[in-house]
């Protein structure tokens, strides 16, 4: 196409400029890739964080199979654990909620194993360790082991705790004596403590 500017006279150029359409600047199309580079990018990191993943799931599915194998010693290991763990609660449960004395209540202490001055030993004993008020007399019969009777239940624990402290076992309930609480002796103090003792 001629230009009214143009200093030189037009050509066969310019004419086949003139029959063909004019379409501005001629710039080769970009390739499809460049068109979607953006996509291509998401796609591709899309893909490498799913095969990462694929891989530490693989991986976390091997470490399964190997705690799997090792699962019976853990298993046995944490069962004896628990066992012990339950055999110290239990033990636990026995000794921690020991009793509580209130050793302002009447105690009397029966020899009952016709041993001279038994009930006084342990009348000394028992008012060492701050019990306030110990009476002593002698069994009709006697016994072959120590034991601790109270009469009322709001003495059980009282009860309960000398019969600990004096190795006597479970105190009981009885109606048989006249006293709060009544301790049948049968061996000196410091034989019983032992004795208690090996039993616990």
């Known amino acids: 196409m001629a230009d009214s500017q143009y200093p030189y006279p037009p050509d066969r150029f ?31 990191a899309a893909l490498v964080l799913l095969v990462v993943l694929l891989f530490l799931i693989g991986n976390l599915g091997g470490g399964g199979g190997d705690d799997r194998s090792q699962e019976p010693t853990t298993a046995a290991e944490t069962t004896a654990e628990e066992t012990t763990g339950e055999e110290s609660a239990e033990e636990s449960a026995s000794e921690e909620p020991a009793p509580v004395a209130d050793k302002t209540v009447p105690v009397l202490v029966m020899n009952a194993a016709g041993v001279d001055g038994l009930a006084g030993d342990w009348r000394d004993t028992l008012e060492e360790s701050g019990w306030e008020d110990v009476q002593i007399q002698t069994a ?10 109270y009469r009322d239940e709001a003495d059980a624990e009282t009860a309960q705790a ?16 006249q006293n709060r609480i009544t301790f049948l002796a049968v061996e000196s103090p410091g034989a019983g403590a032992e004795e208690g003792d090996g039993e616990g």
Request: hydrophobic share 45%; proline share 2%; aromatic share 10%.
């Open 162 to 177: 000398l019969a600990l402290e004096v190795g006597a076992g479970e105190a009981r309930q009885s109606d048989e004596f």
């Open 14 to 44: 310019d004419d086949e400029a003139d029959a063909v359409a004019f379409h501005g600047a001629h710039r080769a199309e970009e390739p499809f890739w460049r068109q979607n580079l953006l996509y291509i990018i998401i796609i591709a």
């Open 140 to 149: 009709d019969t006697q016994q072959q082991e120590a034991v601790v009777f």
